[in-house]
């Protein structure tokens, strides 16, 4: 039985070199793969030949060979030894003429062995090719799927009707009207003191609503250091007044401070992008989270949603982190 090893990049190459080197097809070889090889990194660095052992397959005649080769002679069976015959039944024998003996008819020479013509895999796969294939047969075609009954949507509850935000109804005082004591002149002498401070000089107005809080206008050059990014300065300096004149009382007095209408064009501001967090929630599917707003611009987002039916709103976290959620109603 002969056998062949040989090495290259790949599988196949070694293949076609052992092959070569036989002086055989595939057919008449087994493979055995001994190391697959590895393209190491990059291919350069740590790379291995495949190496592959090329074994030639016994034909008919090898088998028939090794079989009489290793066949153990047969024993021919001893012949049992004659016993001495009598000398007189000796001579009878010989005086009688022995019968000539029949020509043994010659032996018929063995037939020589056929040798089967070995037919190559390539041209078995070739025939198998060229026979004519069947014809295919048309695919039944697909029924369209039942589809399935839509699932009546029960109806939202309807909300509540929103509550419109009441805007207080405020009267603006005369300097010489705000009396010195009053919640309201604490609140104006306090900001013009802060405010000259902070090197900002401006004008404070005063006023009040009917139950008493206070509303402060600031007018003068350099207000967009009063307002600040999204309101934050302003909302402070509203806080500290608010501390300001709450100190010591038993009842709260509410501080709103304005200046160039900033309050009424944020509550616009709040509105639209209320309406449009909404849209968003209602296309997503998914819940919208606002950024962080004090308790006035909550209340904003809330009541500008309060109507629409396909969302609801509520507000999550702590001061001063707390925050308006969308979600769609269920």
Known sequence: MRTYESSAKTIEEAISAGLEALGASISDVTVDIIDEGSKGLFGLFGSRQAKVRLTMKETEEDIMASLTENKPAEKKPEKPARKPEAPKAAEARSAEPRPEKAEKPARSEKPEKTEKAEKPARQEKKAESDAPRPPKQPRAPKQPKAEKPEQEKKPLPPKAPAKPIEKPVVTMLENDQVAPDSAAGKAQSFLKELTHLMGVEVDVAVGNDAEGNVFVKMTGDTLGILIGRRGETLDALQYLTSLKIN????????VTLDTENYR???EDTLVRLANRMANRAVKTGRKVSLEPMNPYERRIIHSALQGNEAVDTHSEG????????ITLRK
Not at 247 to 254: D, F, I, K, L, V
């Open 247 to 254: 100190r010591g009382q038993e009842s709260y007095t509410r």
């Open 264 to 266: 009424a064009k944020r």
């Open 318 to 325: 702590e001061e001063p982190n707390r925050h308006v959620v």
